[in-house]
């Protein structure tokens, strides 16, 4: 903030604690203070019928948002978390001295409760008439305004607790979020899949290549690692007979913050025996589909970045990933070429690779930079490179790639799902085989499971966060998260 908002912001500081003072002399603390809601805003105002003033009483709670007085009459509007509404106050309803404490002791910001009965007003709102207030919370810091006290984007998520207050377009998009989970669990559960819970301190970070955070536990005197994925151990329920299963859950990767990264992260993990990656695309299909309608209300959603608009009712896109990098390199025979030649055409690109990478890690390189940004409607690539990940089946037509896809959609990758691997031998091969910055530690313990037998499954993974940002047009990972990663510092 500037000078001159700090100043202003000091003063009112002052001002309010000095009327916490003035109520606490009559003997009236408002934070030993609370009220019983009856209703939430929209709850209440959906109650009204029209032509019955003054007929349905309702007590309401909430945040001051908007404060008119007017002589003998104010109009003021309280928040919360269905939205705001309107309460009028009046001198001879309430009484000169409760209608005086409203006057002079209430601020932007205060949170009170209020009891009355509902009518309309003459421009069509629906409003409840105070017959008693009380004050449960005294706010001694002044609201931001919205355009100019949170101007810096870092505030906005530092103090996400005040954009939640002003800035109605993060509140929805926030509520949005917990209703898109929401749905997922009751999806997953009504196909009877059964959530777990699975450790978040594991003693071998595998699941996926990932950097993990490194902790100490005292007591045993040894490292663990948050979680880098679930799928090690819901693997091992499968072995253990839940055929359907699946998690919502932390995931943490010590690596960059980007657009759509944050180290801290929320993940669906969904495993489901006797089936594979087909099974999983018609079970990711009906999940996108059944979001867009019953959340959203429409299975037609604008991609901000370009405008394009998404269809998720029409058939979904099916292309080989060599395919595409065939197409993008404009070379039929660009996986029988050198890695120098590999090198080269990638520089040409402008993509910059180094002479340490693995070749597949080149061709990766060209389908994350240069064809991923640009699939927008939703599409399964198939037929990843073995050398992608160790934990699915090898293509029986093709042995250097893996019977996965990555459901791409706005230009991201949304789900990977794969046939899942249960031979053992095949499994520690593959795990033993990985190069390049893919490796990922060996779980001694699940291949000791494997042995013991797990069924033929489909695995899946569906970054929530990911999910959130296309279905609520948000701009980046931050805008989807209550609370994001953000550099130590002062509010």
Known sequence: MSDVHSDISHDQH????QKLAELRATGFDPFRANVMPTHFSAEAKALYVEGQDNIVGVTVAGRLVTFRVQGGSSFVKIQDQQGPIQLYFRRDVLGEERYGVFKKSLDLGDIIGATGVLFKTKTGEITVRVDAFTLVSKALRPLPEKWHGLSDPEQVYRQRYLDLIVNEESRQRLMLRSRI??????????????EVETPVLESTAGGAAARPF??????????????????LRLKRLLVGGYDRVFEIGRIFRNEGVSRKHNPEFTMLEVYQAYSDHRGMMTLIKDLLTSLCRDVLGTTKIKHPA?????DFSGEWREVNYKDLIRAE????????????????????????VAPTWEEFEITNEIFSKKIEPTLIQPTFVLKLPK?????AKISADDPTTIDVFELTIGGMEIAPAYSEQNDPDVQRAMFEAQAGEEKQNIDQDFLLALEHGMPPAGGMGVGIDRLCILLTGAESIRDVILFPQLRPGSA
């Open 14 to 17: 002052a001002v309010r604690r």
């Open 306 to 310: 370009s405008g394009q608009e998404i």
């Open 181 to 194: 989970v929401s749905h997922v669990r009751r999806f997953l559960e009504n196909r009877q899949f059964i």
């Open 329 to 352: 390199t404009n070379d039929p025979e660009w996986f029988s070429r050198s890695k120098a030649e590999k090198i080269a055409k990638a520089e040409a690109m402008g993509l910059a």
């Open 387 to 391: 050398e992608l990940c160790p934990l």
């Open 214 to 231: 490194v902790t100490h536990h005292n007591a045993l005197n040894v490292d663990f690692f948050l979680r880098i994925a679930t799928e």
